[in-house]
């Protein structure tokens, strides 16, 4: 019979091998590394000290990551009521144009704009897709959402990227 593992060991695993992708999975909702890391580190810490109660600690994973989109909707939900209550201010001035490093860089940065043009849930669904390449069932466990609607969400995401997307690859093929 194997030994259950103590609160500890066990959320110091799932740090070592999940950590990296949930900050990303984050990234992709909050917009902010720094943020992101904020996130999921209070996953973590929450999932610790409610180790005990967990009924499955398999499911542990699958825990963390709606957690992880729970609390970045939150951060999201706090970002409109600051805006909303911010005091009018100038805006800040446009950094100066840097060269892109690469292709591949100024593509990643095309994608992550059009991501944040679509609605949260289609944003979601994409990022836990094609980012963490969770199978429908593995999202809708995490949305709290049916199958179906993440095929529909998906399917609109993914229309609505290609539309996005179309002008700047056709702007990046020419010479």
């Known amino acids: 019979m194997p030994v259950p593992w103590d609160s500890d060991a066990a959320v110091e695993q799932l740090y070592a091998a999940h950590w ?10 909050v917009r902010d590394v720094g ?28 825990y963390l990551r709606q957690a992880v ?28 144009g840097t060269d892109r490093a690469s292709v591949d860089s100024a593509r990643r940065t095309a994608v992550l704009e059009a991501m944040r043009e679509l609605p949260e849930r289609q944003r979601e ?26 095929k529909s969400h998906a399917s609109r995401g993914a229309a609505t990227l290609r539309t996005l997307l179309d002008p700047y690859w056709l702007q990046e093929d020419r010479p």
């Open 125 to 150: 669904v994409l990022a836990l897709r094609y980012y963490l390449d969770l199978s429908e069932a593995e999202i809708a466990d995490a949305l709290g959402i049916s199958r179906g609607a993440v």
């Open 20 to 29: 990296r992708q949930l900050v990303r999975l984050s990234v992709l909702l």
């Open 69 to 96: 989109v729970n609390r970045s909707r939150s951060v999201l939900r706090h970002r409109a009521v600051v805006a909303r209550h911010a005091a009018a201010a100038p805006a800040p001035p446009a950094e100066p």
């Open 35 to 62: 943020t992101a890391e904020e996130v999921v580190q209070d996953a973590f810490v929450a999932m610790h000290g409610r180790w005990s109660r967990l009924r499955d600690p398999d499911l542990a994973l699958g």
